[in-house]
């Protein structure tokens, strides 16, 4: 199966800093990898996903990049803002629709 | 519309209860999911309904009983719980199995006592 490993498990910044969050991954096999914002009470929320032909992807604040080779994919998040506090999950899909999600980040930014 | 619902949102039951959770898409979706999560824990999964049919059981006791009635609807009949299944039931779909995105419900808070 897979084993996804995230980092850290709490974050805190301040206002207008970045974040980021990283993840590695155990099966080669495994091609795409969401990343999902959980706030208190509700369910996760896909924000951006990335497939494994592809090694960057971009949406206006949040960006995630993904290396193959060391299977390690990271989240990006400019200018932090207070309603970015959440927790952060990434997975990774394997074997069609199995998804193995990261122990999660708790993210805190400060105003 | 990328609305997954899910009832009630919140349930509590004694361990010799039968109770029902209820999950609900209208997006035309054909695959759809049962996770659990445990506090400050990621979601996993526990059922995989493609096209109506189960495809995907993570060994889960059998005290736990999905049923899909139709494409829409995805049920999870609860029987004889024990405390440490207290968590929150979240309900997942996306447009067939092996597509990408997942959309989740908000999920239904079970407390067991």
């Known amino acids: 199966g897979e084993n996804v490993e995230q980092h850290p498990s709490t974050l805190s910044v301040q206002e207008g800093d970045s974040a980021v969050i990283k993840c590695t991954y155990s099966?080669?096999?495994?091609?795409?990898f969401p990343w999902y914002k959980q706030e208190l009470g509700k369910g996760p929320q896909l924000i951006i996903d990335i497939r494994s032909n592809v090694g960057e992807k971009k949406d206006q604040r949040i960006a995630v990049t993904l290396n193959k080779t060391a299977k390690h994919f990271s989240l990006h998040i400019t200018e932090t803002q207070p309603e970015d506090s959440a927790v952060y999950f990434c997975a990774a899909r394997y074997n069609f629709n199995k998804f193995y999600f990261g122990s999660g980040t708790k993210l805190n930014v400060k105003p | 519309d990328t609305e997954v619902t899910q009832t009630p949102k919140h349930l509590v039951m004694g361990m010799t209860n039968k109770k029902s959770l209820k999950c609900e898409q209208h997006?035309?979706?054909?695959?759809m999911y049962w996770y659990k999560q445990k506090a400050k824990k990621p979601p996993e999964l526990m059922f995989v309904?493609?096209?109506?049919?189960?495809?995907i059981n993570e060994s889960v006791p059998s005290r736990f009983s999905p049923e899909c009635p139709n494409s829409s609807l995805l049920n999870l009949h609860l029987h004889a719980l024990q405390p440490e299944d207290s968590a929150l039931y979240l309900c997942?779909?996306?447009?067939?199995?092996?597509?990408?995105?997942?959309?989740f419900g908000p999920g239904t808070r079970l407390t067991v006592l």
């Open positions: 309904y493609s096209y109506e049919k189960l495809s």
């Open positions: 997942a779909s996306s447009q067939d199995h092996g597509s990408d995105t997942q959309y």
């Open positions: 099966d080669s096999a495994s091609n795409y």
């Open positions: 997006m035309g979706h054909r695959a």
